[in-house]
């Protein structure tokens, strides 16, 4: 359609408005995955969580499957965060970001649900699965090095 328009006299105008609206739809897309972001870790926040949380719920009882959230914490993070400092700290929160998402199955979700709080949405998962996963995570992370500065 826009071929026979950029032909036409009216060509130029309907190139620019398809130019406009693409913009347009890019910065719509940006806008709206800041929305359900968090800036710090790039993990979902928890308003993505609410949303699919209630639509995943809504579907494992549609097709009768197990869903299983894991919400895991970091102990003592506000004495961590006092000590070493709130750089540290963040760089903390992005590592365990990246570890969970590197360690969590395709279709699991990691959300920050705040401060040093994180929840793993596993659909298709049973409990038992959930509870291995939880314990496999936190015992991998612990031994994980992480530099900071020098």
Request: hydrophobic letters at 35%; proline letters at 2%; aromatic letters at 10%.
């Amino acid at each position: 359609m826009i071929e026979r328009y950029v032909r036409g006299r009216h060509g130029v105008y309907a190139l620019y408005r398809n130019r406009k609206q693409e913009e347009i739809n890019k910065l719509r897309d940006e806008l709206q995955e800041q929305a359900i972001r968090d800036p710090l870790t790039n993990a979902y926040n928890r308003r993505y969580l609410s949303e699919f949380l209630d639509k995943e719920v809504a579907r494992a009882e549609r097709e009768n499957t197990p869903v299983t959230v894991v919400i895991m914490d970091m102990d003592n993070f506000k004495q961590f965060n006092d000590t070493y400092g709130h750089k540290c700290g963040d760089m903390i929160l992005q590592a365990i970001t990246k570890f969970l998402n590197e360690h969590s199955r395709r279709g699991d979700v990691v959300c920050r649900y705040g401060g040093e709080e994180f929840v793993i949405l596993m659909p298709n998962a049973s409990l038992e699965t959930g509870f291995e996963r939880a314990e496999m995570w936190r015992q991998d992370f612990s031994e994980t090095a992480i530099e900071f500065e020098g």
